[in-house]
């Protein structure tokens, strides 16, 4: 599908979308319980794709509108064979895989061949060491054996999703573990979403520093748990203010312990003239911060090498897109600068490259110049009435088939 933008100025009001980070989370925990009630959904496809995986691994699951009540999953005893339809959501495959890793018989985690190429590498390794059987294909990982509980190390610059991963397995084995983050814990935030999330549930884990305490023999209890508004995707909204806008942003939780709150500091400093930035611990910031520089005279960017292993590359994706707006923008391996330049008009049809950030962070910049967007239809992973929402803050934009 093809989004054609108008040049147009953004105003009014609108409410942030339900958390996709917290979303995933609380679902897996209330699958994990006797019987929970998750309120505040959006039915975006990774939530979706969480929600068929959790129903494969024996989840009883009753959605009613936002809501779903859920519950159910004995990890110890997953249903025979299991194939767990992932399809691109890569918090969906990294979550649940070590859960996988409990049952000792063969389980299938499927998905798109792109999601297969992230990185499983700190899972890998830990199967090494057990002898847990894991094998991949191009479109999906099977395993086969039982996590022990003892003392694990994970890097801190690979992705918190596999320490996630860990900690929702860790409390169920037999005995305590160990889980020490080695490096530099970028993306730490989403780690304290992720213990908020196990806390609500009932499970004990203590940290100190970089080492997490986890007692074993632990059971999640069941909760009635409402999902907070989503920073990631709040700040496309947002963003509209830097390029000329007025538009107001509800239902976001100040108090929030979502790394990507760091977005309106960001924003903030940007339209004071700030001109460097550290995406270490926001890397879903990274497109939208890229498209508001261009208009901003330029920026450089640390903390960017994680970037071209999430739905796209997403650095050289957005400079390739950029470069058709007439805005050079040099990728290195962890640094990105976008060059000072005039937005024009795109040259070409823009790419969305398969993945909802770029498409919406291309948006805001057909906003000014006008453009015509491929692939939009990849804005359903995270948000998808995003042109929907966008119209109603008038925004200019027609649908036609590629």
Not at 27 to 46: E, F, N, V
Not at 288 to 300: I, N, R, Y
Not at 304 to 322: G, H, N, P, V
Request: proline share 5%; aromatic share 8%; charged share 20%.
């Amino acid at each position: 599908m093809q989004v054609t933008i108008t040049p147009s100025r953004a105003v009014g009001t609108v409410t942030a979308p339900p958390s996709k980070s917290m979303a995933h989370r609380a679902l897996i925990c209330g699958a994990l319980s006797g019987g929970s009630t998750i309120r505040g959904l959006a039915w975006s496809k990774d939530i979706e794709a969480t929600l068929h995986c959790l129903q494969a691994m024996g989840a009883q699951i009753v959605p009613d509108g936002d809501t779903v009540k859920i519950g159910g999953i004995d990890p110890l005893h997953l249903p025979s064979d299991a194939v767990l339809p992932c399809n691109e959501s890569g918090s969906t495959l990294r979550f649940l895989l070590p859960l996988c890793m409990l049952c000792g018989q063969p389980v299938t985690l499927t998905g798109s061949q792109r999601l297969l190429e992230r990185p499983l590498g700190v899972y890998e390794e830990i199967c090494r060491q057990q002898g847990i059987v894991l094998k991949k294909s191009a479109t999906s990982v099977t395993v086969c054996g039982v996590l022990k509980p003892g003392d694990y190390t994970v890097r801190g610059d690979v992705s918190s999703q596999f320490i996630t991963g860990l900690l929702f397995a860790l409390p169920l084995l037999q005995g305590d573990s160990r889980l020490t983050v080695t490096g530099g814990f970028e993306s730490a935030s989403y780690i304290d979403l992720t213990l908020s999330a196990l806390r609500t549930f009932g499970i004990s884990i203590t940290r100190e520093a970089d080492v997490f305490f986890i007692p074993g023999n632990q059971t999640y209890g069941d909760f009635d748990y409402t999902v907070e508004g989503d920073y990631s995707n709040a700040a496309f909204l947002d963003g509209f203010n830097l390029l000329n806008g007025d538009v107001k942003v509800f239902g976001l939780t100040p108090e929030t312990l979502q790394g990507d709150r760091v977005y309106r500091d960001f924003y903030r400093q940007m339209a004071a003239g700030e001109k460097q930035f550290d995406l270490s611990d926001c890397p879903d910031l990274a497109p939208v911060l890229f498209a508001l520089s261009a208009a901003h005279g330029g920026a450089s960017f640390t903390g960017t090498a994680r970037l071209r292993i999430k739905e796209s590359d997403r650095a050289t994706a957005m400079a390739e897109e950029m470069a058709k707006f007439g805005i050079a923008v040099t990728v290195a391996e962890n640094t990105v600068t976008v060059h000072p330049g005039r937005l024009q008009p795109p040259s070409q049809v823009l790419c969305g490259h398969n993945d909802h950030r770029i498409v919406m962070a291309l948006s805001l910049l057909c906003s000014v110049t006008g453009g015509t967007i491929d692939g939009a239809e990849a804005v359903a992973k995270s948000y998808p009435d995003f042109f929907d929402v966008i119209e109603t803050l008038q925004i200019g934009l027609k649908y036609h088939e590629a």
